[in-house]
């Protein structure tokens, strides 16, 4: 689609909205959505520019990405012991990462937004009752006598995203990310012995890099942040939030019209609008007028994704997608069709822009060998320049013999090392992986039991132990750890051009296999 077509925030609102929300009382969502529009971005351009360059690298692979949190945030879960925990484990994950690939780690969390949820159906049985699903604290509440969608969630889920990412922010600019002192990174909760001797050879090895650094002078301060000392490039990550973009109206009202950052002003930017329109004049009214450019961020995120329920071609959710700056990311799943998949890029990215799109896969365990490969090949003849991440919670979601949710670690690992193996055998590359974790605790100080298996050999009849999702089953600290000391390992081997042996150890003693 040529970017000279028209695109506005609200053209989405002529084409048909899957996962729509019916509201009720529609003058009270009009107030609300008015209100939001009046509200202050949750991000800034500058930002998002910063992680479209970041993942442009992640497509040359000179980065990988980590694309993490939980399936569905709650109003309940903002906490500062919920957010620490969870920027904590986001952090141990990259450094393990960081030590295995010597790359730098793209970090974006399912986090401050991510309230939202699609369903397969408007209404869920619960007992002998019929009511409407539910849908996500931002639209009703999961008591069944509270189904009933109130538009004033939608404020109130605004501003736990604010109050969420003001709580990152402040973590990341006062030492909770330095490579100083690793071990704060929620280290006591390893439980595992095994996954804690491994965590602490890396930390280790890197304290002793770190020290060698200090020595001859690299990253020495005088003071600690808290006494007054500066920061430095040991002490600060970047981290970028991102949500389903799945209730549009929201979305159109936190989209914002800003001149291009200065430093991209130059680019031949999609659906700029200029601050002013007048006819071009002579000497120097072009270069005036380039500045006074205006692109669409969507600023309740750095990043947002279109999902597997709504990304039909001629759907309000890709139309909407195809207008905004933001990088996005877009779930592929078994049933998308390689030439769709082809059409919808052309829709999405029409000028094949570098960091702009990245795609999902989401296939299972048992279905990745059949349909990656030709969507691979599909998109390589293309020449669309795309970011490949691996998502391999969605498509292993089973119900245990208890009647729970869950998913086996056997089959997530499955997925992710199949996706590894068939990118390298169709000349492409693995960027990144998309998982549902947390480092939520229970009050008794112990990880939540919502997967089965992995160095802690959790089994089914364990899970109700500590069972804490409302939605979807989420690796825990130790099984999310073990997933990155086996991804860290893959890209060591590969850094030194060694081949994982059908043999290897750290994946058969965490269970690896195939879903039957």
Same mark, same amino acid.
């Given at each position: 689609?040529?970017?000279?077509?028209?695109?506005?925030?609200?053209?989405?609102?002529?084409?048909?909205?899957?996962?729509?929300?019916?509201?009720?009382?529609?003058?009270?969502?009009?107030?609300?959505?008015?209100?939001?529009?009046?509200?202050?971005?949750?991000?800034?351009?500058?930002?998002?520019?910063?992680?479209?360059?970041?993942?442009?690298?992640?497509?040359?692979?000179?980065?990988?990405?980590?694309?993490?949190?939980?399936?569905?945030?709650?109003?309940?879960?903002?906490?500062?012991?919920?957010?620490?925990?969870?920027?904590?484990?986001?952090?141990?994950?990259?450094?393990?990462?960081?030590?295995?690939?010597?790359?730098?780690?793209?970090?974006?969390?399912?986090?401050?937004?991510?309230?939202?949820? $699609?369903? /397969?159906? &408007?209404?869920?049985?619960?007992?002998?009752?019929?009511?409407?699903?539910? +849908?996500?604290?931002?639209?009703? #509440?999961?008591?069944?006598?509270?189904?009933?969608?109130?538009?004033?969630?939608?404020?109130?889920?605004?501003?736990?995203?604010?109050?969420?990412?003001?709580?990152?922010?402040?973590?990341?600019?006062?030492?909770?990310?330095?490579?100083?002192?690793?071990?704060?990174?929620s280290l006591s909760h390893v439980r595992s012995p095994a996954l804690r001797a491994e965590f602490e050879r890396i930390t280790e090895g890197l304290s002793d890099a770190l020290d060698f650094t200090r020595t001859i002078g690299v990253g020495r301060q005088t003071a600690s942040y808290e006494e007054?000392?500066?920061?430095?490039?040991?002490?600060?990550?970047?981290?970028?939030?991102?949500?389903?973009?799945?209730?549009?109206?929201?979305?159109?009202?936190?989209?914002?019209?800003?001149?291009? $950052?200065? /430093?991209? &002003?130059?680019?031949?930017?999609?659906?700029?609008?200029?601050?002013?329109? +007048?006819?071009?004049?002579?000497? #120097?009214?072009?270069?005036?007028r380039e500045k006074s450019k205006r692109v669409h961020y969507n600023t309740s995120a750095h990043f947002i994704w279109i999902g597997d329920r709504t990304r039909q071609l001629d759907g309000a959710h890709v139309e909407y997608f195809r207008?905004?700056?933001?990088?996005?990311?877009?779930?592929?799943?078994?049933?998308?069709?390689?030439?769709?998949?082809?059409?919808?890029?052309?829709?999405v990215n029409p000028d094949r822009e570098d960091g702009k799109v990245t795609l999902i896969t989401r296939y299972g365990a048992g279905k990745v060998e059949q349909f990656l490969g030709d969507h691979i090949d599909a998109v390589k003849k293309s020449g669309h320049p795309v970011v490949w991440i691996c998502d391999p919670m969605h498509g292993n979601t089973l119900t245990s013999s208890t009647g729970l949710k869950t998913r086996h670690f056997g089959t997530i690992i499955s997925e992710i090392t199949s996706c590894l193996r068939i990118h390298a055998e169709h000349g492409s590359r693995l960027g990144g992986v998309s998982l549902e974790f947390t480092g939520e605790l229970s009050e008794d100080g112990f990880s939540v039991t919502e997967c089965v298996g992995g160095s802690m050999e959790l089994s089914e009849e364990q899970l109700g132990l500590r069972y804490q999702s409302f939605c979807d089953p989420r690796l825990n600290f130790e099984q999310s750890l073990d997933v990155a000391f086996l991804i860290s390992n893959h890209l060591k081997l590969e850094r030194l051009g060694r081949k994982r042996s059908d043999t290897d150890v750290l994946y058969a003693e965490l269970g690896g296999r195939k879903a039957a």
């Open positions: 689609m040529a970017a000279a077509d028209n695109w506005a925030p609200n053209s989405w609102r002529s084409k048909p909205a899957a996962q729509d929300v019916v509201y009720p009382d529609r003058e009270k969502l009009d107030k609300v959505l008015s209100k939001l529009r009046t509200l202050p971005p949750l991000v800034t351009p500058s930002e998002i520019e910063r992680l479209r360059h970041q993942l442009a690298q992640v497509q040359r692979n000179e980065a990988f990405l980590l694309h993490a949190g939980d399936c569905a945030e709650s109003f309940d879960a903002c906490t500062h012991e919920n957010i620490s925990n969870k920027i904590g484990l986001i952090l141990s994950f990259s450094l393990i990462l960081v030590w295995g690939a010597r790359l730098p780690i793209v970090r974006i969390g399912r986090i401050a937004g991510q309230y939202a949820k $699609p369903r /397969s159906s &408007a209404t869920e049985k619960i007992g002998d009752r019929e009511v409407l699903s539910f +849908r996500g604290d931002n639209v009703n #509440g999961l008591d069944p006598n509270d189904r009933t969608p109130d538009p004033e969630r939608l404020l109130s889920a605004y501003f736990h995203s604010a109050t969420t990412l003001n709580y990152i922010r402040a973590l990341l600019t006062s030492g909770f990310a330095s490579l100083h002192h690793p071990r704060d990174w007054g000392g500066p920061r430095d490039t040991l002490g600060e990550v970047d981290f970028y939030t991102s949500h389903e973009g799945l209730m549009l109206e929201v979305e159109e009202a936190m989209t914002r019209a800003f001149p291009v $950052p200065s /430093s991209f &002003a130059s680019l031949a930017t999609p659906f700029i609008t200029p601050a002013h329109s +007048r006819a071009a004049s002579p000497s #120097g009214t072009d270069s005036r207008g905004i700056r933001n990088p996005i990311g877009v779930k592929v799943g078994p049933s998308m069709k390689s030439e769709e998949l082809v059409r919808l890029l052309d829709v």
